[in-house]
């Protein structure tokens, strides 16, 4: 099912297709990059941000799940999350945010932003598939911005 990408995500370190800084990657301090988003619908139960990389070498790596944020959250400042938010196990096989670090080449993370008819329910430390199933279960609405960072 395709769900309106009605959602703007952006953030105050980087723009849409360019260069993620440094400091938000494994080279830097890998810092979680200040996010924000508009236009989520109105009707929203929950949110779910997902952060990943299309292009590593095995195929797309997923960096950072977060679930069940507040549906009228609208920043995501120094990686702090609410209470209430669960974190999935990511690609890397730990849960939380896991910074940009191409093993070559120009890779590009996405950061999505979906919006949820309702909160997913699941526990912290779930493992990815579980937790991208339900994302795409719940998802009434998204929306991306692109960064790019290479090494």
């Not at 997923?62 to 400042?77: I, K």
């Not at 120094?78 to 096989?93: E, F, I």
């Amino acid at each position: 099912m395709t769900v309106p990408t009605s959602i703007t995500v952006t953030s105050s370190v980087f723009a849409e297709g360019e260069t993620i800084p440094r400091e938000y990657t494994c080279d830097g301090g890998g810092r979680v990059p200040p996010l924000a988003w508009s236009d989520v619908p109105d009707d929203a139960g929950a949110l779910a941000l997902v952060v990943d990389d299309p292009d590593a070498p095995s195929g797309t790596f997923t960096h950072w799940v977060v679930l069940d944020l507040p549906a009228d959250m609208r920043e995501l400042t120094d990686g702090r999350l609410p209470a209430g938010t669960k974190q999935a196990v990511n690609s890397g096989g730990r849960t939380g945010w896991y910074p940009p670090c191409p093993p070559n080449g120009t890779h590009r993370y996405r950061f999505t932003v979906h919006a949820l008819s309702r909160a997913t329910g699941i526990p912290d430390g779930a493992p990815l598939e579980r937790a991208l199933a339900a994302i795409r279960g719940f998802a009434v609405a998204s929306g991306t911005l692109e960064g790019r960072y290479s090494r």
